[in-house]
């Protein structure tokens, strides 16, 4: 009997991935994208990334070299040769997920909904899709039903790709890391938090763009930096015990606990880069203007709004959609003039397959 991977000789899948933000930050990690701490985030909506995949049967003279993975990839349709080498180096080291690479040459095309200099960082929403588009391609060829392991499976190998990219498989919020109260939680993949007061549901996110350019210090090296920091097993033990307050504060709808851990951890994660060595700075004198807008607004208005940052210059406004107007009133009169652009975005539901 022929196997299914031998009658099918061209596969096309596609899926979006949204982006998310982490209330309490991973900071610092160990082999293998292993984190030093657990973190906690609100999956996004509308910044998202879309793969398209396609499987191409390599030609029978070339199976002398089917142990190499043969990739062709384009993001917004141009060639891009570097993160090409962050997939090939992700695919060969997963090769045992994706048997059939052995077989097949990989097409991707990948595109952003988030303009391209947004500043929003677009790893998190890529390795998530590339993901779970590779591993339903697994799934589609081996016969195998999808099952809630699947997603668990895709945010393990998400993980892998770039560590925060774990928590972008599931709706609402998402924990990655280990957490007595959560059974199932685990620091090789994410697990979805279901236990959410009415508050928090459908909570708003406006990305306010502060400046669009690379960031001096990447992600990678921030995180290298914490293993020789005088603070981290204290910031470690810190954002552990964040996070089992933070599933209680989501649980119990303690907006002014929320408001205090959020951006009590991005000062926080950015008071480690201040002091670590070396030291490095990424908020500019615009992200601080616009804190200060935030607590003087919050202040008057009494209403709930925070801010919280990514490892970057840019804020995250966070607020409950029952204050959306009022907020978004502020955000538009106020903030605006001083960003490049806002994005505004929501909670969201997770990947998507789109054929
Ligand atoms: O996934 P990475 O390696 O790009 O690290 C992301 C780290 C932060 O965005 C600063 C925090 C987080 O938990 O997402």
Same mark, same amino acid.
């Given at each position: 009997m022929e196997t299914i991977k031998e009658t099918i000789n061209n596969v096309k899948v596609a899926w979006s991935c949204p982006s998310n933000i982490a209330i309490v930050k991973y900071w610092g990690k160990k082999a293998q994208q292993i984190p030093c701490n657990s973190s906690l985030s609100l999956t996004l909506s509308k910044a998202k990334t879309t793969v398209e995949i396609e499987l191409i049967k390599k030609k029978s003279d070339e199976k002398k070299s089917n142990e190499e993975i043969q990739l062709s990839y384009f993001f917004e349709d141009k060639i891009n040769d570097k993160f090409k080498q962050r997939i090939i180096q992700f695919l060969q080291e997963n090769i045992s997920y994706f048997p059939y690479l052995k077989e097949y040459a990989l097409v991707i095309h990948s595109f952003n909904s988030f303009p391209h200099s947004a500043g929003i960082a677009s790893s998190a929403s890529a390795f998530g899709a590339i993901s779970v588009a590779l591993l339903d391609i697994t799934y589609t060829l081996g016969e195998k039903e999808k099952d809630a392991l699947f997603y668990q499976l895709a945010s393990h190998l998400a993980r892998l790709g %770039?560590?925060?990219?774990?928590?972008?498989?599931?709706?609402?919020f998402a924990l990655w890391g280990n957490n007595e109260?959560?059974?199932? %939680?685990s620091e090789n993949y994410a697990v979805e938090i279901n236990d959410i007061h009415p508050v928090f549901q459908e909570m708003k996110d406006a990305i306010i763009i502060v400046d669009d350019e690379p960031k001096k210090v990447s992600s990678s090296k921030g995180h290298a930096l914490m293993n020789e920091h005088p603070y981290a097993q204290n910031r470690f033990k810190q954002a552990n015990n964040r996070t089992s307050e933070l599933i209680s504060i989501l649980k119990t709808g303690d907006i002014n606990g929320f408001i205090r851990l959020c951006e009590s951890e991005a000062l926080t994660l950015h008071a480690m880069m201040m002091t670590s060595n070396d030291y490095y700075l990424l908020m500019k004198s615009n992200t601080i203007e616009i804190i200060h807008q935030i607590w003087s607004f919050r202040e008057e208005t009494q209403i709930p709004v925070c801010f919280t940052l990514d490892a970057g210059p840019n804020i995250h406004v966070l607020y409950p959609k029952d204050y959306q107007n009022q907020v978004e009133n502020f955000i538009i009169n106020h903030l605006q003039k001083i960003s490049l652009n806002v994005l505004f975005d929501e909670e969201g539901n997770g990947p998507i397959k789109l054929k």
């Open positions: %770039s560590g925060s990219a774990s928590r972008s498989l599931y709706a609402g109260n959560i059974p199932n %939680s």
